[in-house]
């Protein structure tokens, strides 16, 4: 299981920004994928979670209505849209999966495989 995010860099407050996440050695048609961020000195917070089977949505309350996610299963990726960006939107953004079906809310302890994260950096 191989999971990589990639899209992150460095905007302005208010901009917009779209990540990417590749996964390989097995099917995200069969397994639910979340985006979890970790700002510098702060714990790991679990941003948003897609399902596999009906592809129910799950966002933390401070991204939502703000990011979207988004999953391309003949491609084998999930995306998240991210909109309004503020300066506490700043961390390393990863994609992960438990190999499950569903979402457990955002949480990212649900998750045991991590592909390396993408910086995003939004400046005031």
């Known amino acids: 299981v191989q999971l990589q995010a990639s899209g992150g860099g460095l905007v302005q407050t208010g901009g917009s920004l779209r990540l990417s996440c590749a996964a390989s050695g097995f099917s995200i048609g069969n397994a639910a994928i979340g985006w979890v961020r970790q700002a510098p000195g702060k714990e790991r917070e679990g941003v948003s979670c897609?399902?596999?089977?009906?592809?129910?949505?799950k966002y933390a309350d401070d991204v939502k209505g703000r990011f979207t996610i988004s999953r391309d299963d003949a491609k084998n990726m999930v995306y998240l849209e991210m909109n309004s960006l503020k300066p506490e939107d700043t961390a390393v953004y990863y994609c992960a999966t438990g190999l499950e079906s569903s979402c457990r809310g955002t949480s990212w302890a649900q998750f045991r495989f991590w592909g390396k994260g993408t910086l995003v950096t939004v400046s005031s």
């Open positions: 897609i399902s596999n089977l009906d592809s129910d949505t």
